[in-house]
Nanobody, 126 residues
Framework: VQLVESGGGAVQTGGSLRLSCLAS????????IGWFRQAPGQEREGVSC????????KYAESVKGRFTISRDNTKNTVYLQMNSLKPEDTAVYFC????????????????????WGQGTQVTVSS
């Protein structure tokens, strides 16, 4: 089981990036994939997630209207399109997969996720 993130980089305020999370080895499938981020000295924060069964999504309030999560099952890839980036979006972004049943209200809680990628750095300058 492996998750590999890509697409991070450095942009200016107002810029855009698209992160990709390639999932492999999930022969038993997964229930959800989420994007999390962690800035220096801060706790890991749930950003967005997508449920595999029905494609339903959830977003943190801080990114609603700016970030969009999507998936391409033919490529085993989940994307996070990030627009109107702000300096406070600067962090290492991780994707994670869950094989657990997750109730909607807890979809952005990291304890629900069993598998994690190595992360990709996103830096937004003012």
């Amino acid at each position: 089981v492996q998750l590999v993130e890509s697409g991070g980089g450095a942009v200016q305020t107002g810029g855009s990036l698209r992160l990709s999370c390639l999932a492999s080895g999930f022969t038993l499938g997964y229930t959800a994939i989420g994007w999390f981020r962690q800035a220096p000295g801060q706790e890991r924060e749930g950003v967005s997630c997508i449920r595999n069964r029905d494609g339903s999504t959830k977003y943190a309030e801080s990114v609603k209207g700016r970030f969009t999560i999507s998936r391409d099952n033919t490529k085993n890839t989940v994307y996070l399109q990030m627009n109107s980036l702000k300096p406070e979006d600067t962090a290492v972004y991780f994707c994670a997969a869950s094989r657990r049943g997750i109730i909607t209200s807890t979809m952005l809680n990291s304890y629900n996720y069993n598998y994690w990628g190595q992360g990709t750095q996103v830096t937004v300058s003012s």
